[in-house]
């Protein structure tokens, strides 16, 4: 199996910061099959970034993600109330799909 | 607009077999360019993906190692929905469960289910 690894495991940060999670794989994934998703509790988890950098509909413009090979990043140019939640990557290259521990983003 | 709803108990005794629903509006649980899915979130575990259930000519399955022994994902075309059975539940099974729909990734969620495997 693929072991995605998140740093970090959590982070505290204000309304307005630039927050940045990475994701390591223990092996190479293709872009086009990595992606991210926000948690929250008490609902479903959300797809927010397909294909490591495709923005999904709905999905405000200041999450962005980037990466390739084994390093990927989830950016949230200017962080919202609304965007407190636990973040998880996710490879989709090979079977079985895995996730990333989670990186839990809480007010500062 | 997908829709998936569950359905199914909240509490399942240890030994026993948790079973859980899924019911897909929007789309077909046969369609080829889709899979069925079920993952779990736990405090412990994070989100645990545990199995799917797809449709390319012939209905295939794959299982996480982790509950292979345990495992059965069942498509139903005549109601449009896909089911999970858990046998042998222990309370490490304790869990949130959430059907979804999977081709690259994970578009639609059900809503999530809480599944406590208690006596």
């Known amino acids: 199996d693929i072991q995605m690894t998140q740093s970090p495991s959590s982070l505290s940060a204000s309304v307005g910061d630039r927050v940045t999670i990475t994701c390591r794989a223990s092996?190479?994934?293709?872009?086009?099959?990595l992606n991210w998703y926000q948690h929250q509790p008490g609902k479903a988890p959300k797809l927010l970034i397909y294909?490591?950098?495709s923005l999904q509909s709905g999905v405000p413009s200041r999450f962005s993600g980037s990466g390739s090979g084994t390093d990927f990043t989830l950016t949230i140019s200017s962080l919202q109330p609304e965007d407190f939640a636990t973040y998880y990557c996710?490879?989709?290259?090979?079977?079985?799909?895995?996730f990333g521990q989670g990186t839990k983003v809480d007010i500062k | 607009q997908v829709q998936l709803q569950q359905s199914g108990p909240g509490l399942v005794k240890p030994s026993q077999t948790l079973s859980l629903t899924c019911a897909i509006s929007?789309?077909?649980?046969?369609?080829?360019?889709?899979?069925w899915d079920w993952i779990r979130q736990s405090p412990s575990r994070g989100l645990e993906w545990l199995g799917r259930?797809?449709?390319?000519?012939?209905?295939?399955?794959d299982y996480a190692l982790s509950v292979k022994s345990r495992i059965t994902i069942n498509p139903d075309t005549s109601k449009n929905q896909f089911s999970l059975q858990l046998n042998s539940v222990t309370p490490e099974d304790t869990a949130v469960y959430y059907c979804?729909?999977?081709?690259?990734?994970?578009?639609?969620w059900g809503q999530g289910t809480l599944v406590t495997v208690s006596s």
């Open positions: 294909a490591a950098s």
């Open positions: 979804a729909r999977g081709r690259h990734f994970l578009d639609y």
């Open positions: 259930t797809y449709y390319r000519s012939k209905w295939y399955n």
């Open positions: 996710q490879q989709s290259y090979s079977t079985p799909p895995t």
């Open positions: 929007g789309d077909s649980v046969s369609s080829n360019s889709a899979a």
């Open positions: 092996q190479s994934v293709n872009s086009n099959y």
